[in-house]
């Protein structure tokens, strides 16, 4: 039989010459088990595709998207120097203001991303496997670490360990895994968006709800996260246009401007969405007014900060797979400052000067809580195999 010259040729091609496929938004590699935590599931066009060509050949790695590795990596960030500010901001107005600003998209953008990854999440068993051990299992653990952290390092004899009421930011992962398993819920209604906004405002004038697994943060941000599943590719690409780039500078400087202005006016538990308008000593009414006021501006602060995030890799893009260990671990160094009395015992932290300082060595520490050291160190935690806790699919058997 003739041989075909040109497949001869095609054949003998080195494998970096070989063309690669578009490096797309849901074009990511293989991630470890934790990232869905922050990220959740793959799309359906990564997960559809077979693990073999016919051929027989495994087919290539996925490529992870520097641009959602970016947002992941600068939001840990702004969370951890808010984080920081807490302790020394009574005394700077500016520094208020800073923080309102921040936390009116911080988490918002973090929730998003997060629904926008879990498009695909089914209740299949895998799927069910990867948020157990990336979503529960950290959850148990960590949980458990911040109480026994604040009983002996504050002395706080009294602390019990209990899962059903989250402790500083363990509450997350207990509102990511309600979210992921109603997955299939938002995807099956017509309109799910103005169905969230609604749990979110009655939840904004039910105290009854209590705090049991935060539900209160569940229901309020929860339109974050469906919106985040409502989200395509192509939206991204239109928050990265270069206009909303150039607006949403004026957009945050308005916004910095009149977070100044109520800065010494307005309740700090409004962005936290952790309690109802009553608790709060307001008017019922003003629950639903403040859940659709703050959702327009986070909605706003959130599409600046995601036209600003760089689209091509940066130094800091692979940080962005180890952020679940920057949010968890970060924590015990602010809690551990907060509790040996750091910040009361020099006061100039919270100064100008000091609060600069504070800013620079929360966005370090947390950036050194992201590198590839850590998060090998803390995979028993954030990403266990636990094989032997599930059974095997019928198809490896």
Same mark, same amino acid.
């Given at each position: ?237 239109? =928050?990265?246009?270069?206009? *909303?780039? &150039? %607006?949403?500078? /004026?957009?945050?400087?308005? +916004? $910095?401007? @009149? !977070? ?100 620079? =060595?929360?966005?370090?520490? *947390?950036? &050194? %809580?992201?590198? /590839?050291?850590?998060?090998? +160190? $803390?995979? @028993? !935690? ?16």
């Amino acid at each position: 039989m003739p041989i075909d010259g040109s497949k001869v040729q095609q054949m003998s091609k080195a494998p970096s010459e070989i063309q690669r496929a578009p490096f797309t938004p849901e074009s990511r590699e293989s991630e470890p088990r934790h990232e869905q935590v922050l990220t959740a599931e793959r799309t359906p066009a990564a997960t559809s595709r077979p693990a073999q060509d016919r051929a027989g050949a495994p087919a290539p790695a996925k490529r992870r998207d520097a641009y959602f590795d970016n947002v992941k990596y600068l939001a840990i960030v702004l969370v951890a120097v808010a984080h920081a500010w807490e302790p020394v901001m009574d005394g700077s107005r500016i520094t208020r203001a800073l923080y309102m600003v921040v936390y009116t998209f911080h988490m918002p953008a973090f929730i998003l991303v997060s629904g926008y990854f879990s498009r695909s999440f089914d209740m299949s068993s895998p799927k069910v496997k990867r948020l157990v051990t990336g979503v529960v299992v950290p959850y148990v653990l960590f949980e458990t670490a911040y109480s026994l952290f604040k009983r002996y390092a504050d002395g706080a004899a009294d602390t019990s360990i209990t899962l059903l009421d989250p402790l500083f930011l363990t509450w997350f992962l207990i509102a990511l895994f309600i979210w992921r398993v109603t997955t299939p819920l938002w995807q099956s209604l017509r309109h799910p968006l103005p169905v969230a906004l609604v749990i979110a405002m009655l939840a904004s004038v039910s105290p009854e709800i209590g705090d049991d697994l935060d539900l209160q943060r569940v229901c309020q941000l929860l339109p974050f996260f469906v919106l985040g599943l409502l989200m395509k590719p192509e939206h991204f690409q239109l =928050v990265r246009r270069r206009e *909303v780039r &150039l %607006l949403a500078v /004026p957009l945050a400087l308005g +916004a $910095l401007v @009149f !977070a100044y202005w109520a800065a010494p006016r307005m309740r700090l538990g409004w962005f936290y969405r952790s309690n109802s308008a009553q608790e709060m000593d307001f008017q019922w009414w003003t629950g639903p007014v403040m859940t659709l006021a703050m959702f327009g501006c986070a909605m706003l602060l959130t599409v600046a900060f995601l036209a600003w995030v760089p689209r091509r890799p940066m130094w800091f893009t692979v940080l962005g797979a180890g952020t679940i260990c920057g949010y968890l671990l970060h924590g015990f160094l602010i809690k551990g400052a907060v509790y040996y009395g750091l910040f009361d015992r020099y006061e100039w932290l919270s100064g100008p000067v000091g609060i600069v300082l504070v800013s620079v =060595v929360a966005a370090v520490a *947390v950036t &050194l %809580l992201c590198t /590839p050291p850590v998060r090998r +160190a $803390l995979r @028993f !935690a954030t990403e266990p195999d636990m094989k032997w806790a599930f059974r095997r699919s019928p198809a490896k058997r």
